[in-house]
């Protein structure tokens, strides 16, 4: 197990804007940075970054945390292996302490799918650079196609020999356990998975190899051209494409994101300087890899080869990139040429001229390119139009879409009205089906549920309270100590917003509703005792998962105040936000212990009443009781400018 110090290094290092800024396009928005959520679909960027809190909160899904719990939601990483994640990134050597053996296995086996993979990469990388048969067969085909040895090395590609044994017996020999590497697809019960092929490994953002693409180079058609590894713990086919660990970084600087067909478009693109480029992992595109793309950029340039017949059928798929807000364009590159092959011929300035020069709008791409094949054929101009009105009816920004209506009436030579009315009626069907399934009965079979499968997301709501409960006053006391309890309410004797709070409640904290903000209360004792400070960061990077949460919800700003001081003005009725401290705790303490006392005046009513009926001899004192607490209860909302009952 990692020690406590060193997490707390850990924890101290990283960046939250540096360490999200690997997986998501972050943009500065005042003193906080915005980018568009990863845990749900979003059209306007909802989360929100605080560099100088070290948090991040969507103000969409509600979504919270710090570094660390990114890495386990996003990454699905766990809690070890997120620090491990920060420590590699930053050059911090961990202290490494006993580990519970449940723990230390479930780690050890996730970490071991890596380096096995790993392995078998280095080994196949290897056999190609420095045997006979790797050298004639493996390289000789990567020079032969125009790689240099350093874009080989770079990413690491290699050769599977035709050896039925070659990849278990080197994992035998060296002690890796044979069933892990059938686990993630390297290995059948029986042979290796790969032979005779060359390898391309495919990465995670973290730069982690996940899988593996392989081509034969023999001519049997029999024999299929590409394989890829089979869908793991560790590699989901779905959410990966191949070269963002690459490319991630000249997305988001360029703003734009090449998508190309092949592993080899990839490799000579980035060999030839142009970066920004990734290819889909052995699938048809989809919402996710999207989503993916979108973390870094809203812009999206598709290149088609030129002999590329499924181009139609192609451009149905493309829909999904028009549901998920991102801007799209098409090249179709010259008859007989894809991205490798032309780069290659022309160059890396030539080829960008060609995108510039012929990148075209998805939808004016795609109604130039039905028009042609439809003719002057009324049947098929009619089909023609349904099928832009079912790309445009995935616009989902409203000004978007009706430019492209406006656009495509006069290219089609259609009125607007009918083009929108079939939109609307597109848009409108959609919506009931959405509305259907969130409808249906809650008893369903196995296979409906299997269907609808996925994360749901909510919009959260806003924390409301029962008008007879006291937990309004009870959170705003933990808002205080958690934002402001380092603050000082008096400079002479150092005392601390914190410790002023808890001496004035202490004796009506076993009376909280809530435990948790009952539990904030409490931490200023423990932090104390552990001669700690309670600062924000205590909160917000607390072990407690529930006190962190509530930390952050009550830290994150959706919005910022407007920067008047800067400008030379200060508020004139009353202190600036920020310094607002010593108000503010003792109203909170005020209106707490308010609410407390009101609750109490009614318990003892009831006791005096019950006294008078058995003429109890505590009757007077339950009326002295009652006296004092009213009298004091007036002395209080005296202060507080309220009225409470008689």
């Known amino acids: ?337 894809d991205p490798d092959s032309y780069v290659r011929k022309v160059g890396s300035s030539a080829f960008h001229q060609y995108i510039e020069d012929h990148a075209k709008d998805f939808i004016l791409f795609k109604v130039d390119l039905l028009l042609q094949e439809a003719g002057n054929d009324p049947i098929k101009r009619s089909k023609v139009v349904k099928d832009i009105v079912h790309s445009i009816s995935k616009i989902a920004d409203t000004l978007k879409r009706n430019e492209y209506i406006k656009l495509c009436s006069k290219l089609l030579d259609i009125s607007e009205k009918i083009i929108n009315n079939e939109v609307n009626g597109l848009i409108k069907s959609n919506i009931q089906k959405e509305q259907a399934k969130l409808n249906r009965p809650v008893f369903r079979s196995e296979e409906d549920w299997k269907k609808d499968s996925g994360p749901k997301v909510e919009k959260p709501v806003e924390k409301s309270f029962d008008s007879e409960s006291d937990e309004a006053q009870e959170r705003d006391i933990a808002r205080i100590i958690i934002t402001m309890g380092d603050k000082l309410i008096d400079e002479d004797k150092n005392i601390q917003v914190a410790d002023y709070i808890y001496t004035n409640i202490v004796g009506i904290i076993e009376t909280f509703e809530n435990p948790l903000y009952a539990d904030i209360v409490q931490e200023v004792r423990n932090a104390f005792e552990d001669g700690k400070s309670v600062t924000p960061s205590y909160f917000l990077h607390h072990h407690r998962e529930d006190i962190q949460h509530l930390a952050i919800d009550l830290s994150a700003e959706k919005y910022i105040y407007a920067n008047w001081k800067q400008r030379g003005i200060e508020l004139q009725t009353q202190d600036m936000p920020e310094k607002n401290q010593i108000k503010d705790s003792w109203q909170a303490i005020l209106r707490l212990k308010s609410r407390k006392l009101q609750k109490i005046l009614k318990s003892t009513e009831i006791k005096i009443s019950e006294a008078a009926t058995e003429n109890s001899p505590d009757l007077d004192i339950q009326i002295k009781a009652y006296m004092k607490l009213k009298e004091d209860l007036a002395q209080i909302n005296k202060i507080l400018g309220t009225v409470v009952l008689k």
């Open 1 to 337: 197990m990692i020690s406590p110090k060193s997490i707390e290094i850990v924890k101290e290092t990283a960046r939250v804007e540096e360490v999200l800024g690997e997986f998501i396009d972050l943009r500065r928005a005042g003193v906080n940075m915005k980018g568009v959520c990863p845990f749900h679909d979003e059209k306007t960027p909802s989360f929100v970054v605080s560099p100088a809190k070290g948090i991040y909160k969507c103000f969409g899904c509600g979504k919270a945390g710090d570094s660390v719990r990114f890495l386990m939601d996003h990454e699905k990483l766990s809690y070890p292996e997120a620090i491990r994640w920060i420590a590699e990134k930053y050059n911090i050597e961990l202290e490494e302490t006993v580990v519970s053996d449940d723990v230390k296995k479930e780690i050890e086996k996730k970490e071991s799918l890596f380096i096995i993979n790993e392995f078998a990469r280095k080994l196949y990388h290897e056999h190609m650079m420095q045997t006979r048969e790797g050298k004639a067969i493996g390289l000789g085909y990567f020079k032969e196609r125009g790689f240099l040895e350093k874009t080989v090395n770079q990413w690491g590609l290699g050769y599977a020999p035709g050896e039925r044994d070659f990849l278990k017996n080197e994992l035998k020999r060296n002690g890796y356990k044979l069933h892990l590497a059938e686990e993630i697809g390297l290995l059948k019960p029986d042979k290796d998975f790969f032979r005779s092929r060359i390898i391309f490994p495919i990465r995670n953002l973290s730069g982690k190899v996940i899988g593996f693409g392989a081509r034969t180079l023999s001519s049997d058609k029999k024999i299929p051209k590409y394989l890829n590894s089979p869908e793991s713990e560790i590699y989901n086919k779905r959410k990966t494409l191949f070269g963002l660990y690459f490319s991630k970084t000249e997305i988001r600087k360029k703003d734009n994101c090449f998508l190309v067909e092949g592993y080899t478009d990839v490799l000579s693109l980035h060999q030839n300087g142009i970066e920004n480029v990734v290819a889909s992992s052995g699938t048809s595109l989809t919402s996710d890899q999207v989503k993916l793309i979108k973390r870094f950029t809203e812009n999206m340039t598709v290149l088609f080869d030129g002999d590329n017949a499924g181009i139609k059928a192609a451009l149905r798929g493309l829909d999904i990139i028009l549901e998920q807000d991102v801007n799209v364009r098409l090249v179709l590159l010259p008859e007989g040429e």
